[in-house]
């Protein structure tokens, strides 16, 4: 009976040492959104050449104008009286910029936190008129907005997240 109750010991000792889980350390991959930092004053509105457009967002017309949205970035120009022939105008740079409307000679859109109001009466002086600070809330800089999943935490000391792009993340440590 004594060799049976060693025995027993000693199978009870092995099946416990082998189920202690260790702290795995492996690195891990996935697909999730990685935030775009801007160091720059997003405050600053500015107009420049014409750009490629890489994300698309909000397209509007008005009077032979197309107004595309570079989600992120700001507001491209095109020159549309020809249709065969768009011809892009010029580039508004507007850091944070997700959304734009159009009402008669005035352009609304969002400057990370702020609306901003532009005249683009004449679209070779596009100027700003009005600016409402702190309308949108924070939270939109700090995650992907309608992304369910893995992302990468936004780390403030980078700068100003002004939009998010899909990529491959190792060890993400934040998802929605």
Aim: hydrophobic share 35%.
């Amino acid at each position: 009976m004594k060799k049976n109750w060693f025995l027993l010991s000693l199978l009870f000792s092995i099946c416990l040492f082998s189920c202690i889980d260790e702290e795995v350390n492996e690195d891990w991959s996935t697909n999730g959104m990685r935030p775009v930092y801007s160091n720059a004053d997003w405050r600053v509105i500015s107009d420049s050449e014409p750009q490629n457009i890489r994300e698309l967002g909000k397209i509007y017309y008005k009077d032979g104008f197309i107004f595309v949205n570079e989600r992120g970035q700001g507001i491209h120009i095109i020159d549309n009286n020809d249709p065969l022939t768009p011809t892009p105008v010029r580039f508004i740079n507007i850091i944070g910029n997700y959304d734009i409307s159009i009402k008669g000679n005035y352009l609304y859109a969002d400057n990370v936190s702020d609306m901003v109001v532009l005249d683009i009466s004449n679209i070779n002086d596009i100027k700003m008129v009005n600016r409402v600070e702190d309308i949108y809330p924070a939270t939109q800089q700090q995650f992907p907005q309608n992304y369910n999943g893995f992302f990468e935490c936004v780390d403030p000391s980078k700068g100003t997240v002004i939009y998010w792009t899909n990529d491959i993340l190792k060890n993400p440590k934040c998802q929605i």
